[in-house]
């Protein structure tokens, strides 16, 4: 583990409507060692990217207002690579198919709900090595 890395520094924010979903993901996340923000649905979470930068978008699919995948989309369209977060689709979508849509749209990572820390912590784990070789964590 490298001494550098701070996870009370990772900027996470989770965009999902379900306010259980919301506790169970924060309760988790905090476990793990991170804090995170919310927002209900896909259009505050491109209000709250316009806000400040993030590091990590834990994304819902199935939201009101603006889904998971056209939110994935219009971040794409507005933040070029190297200042869009990681992207990391969150749904009960497990079926096939449902993670190359994910992919598609420009999600970087795919978690099925219900949410298992070990699954979680694979994919914040995965962002982490993605970072460390290309340098673009926002301290």
């Not at 982490?128 to 340098?135: A, L, N, Q």
């Amino acid at each position: 583990e490298i001494s550098c890395f701070d996870k009370q520094k990772v900027k996470i924010l989770l965009v999902e409507d379900n306010k259980t979903n919301q506790k169970v993901a924060q309760l988790i996340l905090r476990r793990l060692g991170y804090q995170i923000e919310i927002a209900d649905n896909g259009q505050l979470a491109i209000e709250a990217i316009e806000a400040k930068p993030y590091d990590i978008v834990l994304m819902d699919i199935q939201m009101p207002e603006l889904d998971g995948l056209e939110a994935t989309r219009r971040i794409h369209q507005r933040w070029p690579p190297g200042q869009r977060p990681y992207i990391v689709a969150m749904t009960a979508h497990a079926l096939r198919g449902d993670r190359e849509k994910c992919l598609a749209a420009g999600m970087d990572d795919y978690v099925a709900k219900p949410i298992r820390p070990e699954e979680l912590a694979a994919a914040l784990g995965r962002w982490r090595e993605k970072v460390e070789h290309s340098e673009t964590y926002i301290d």
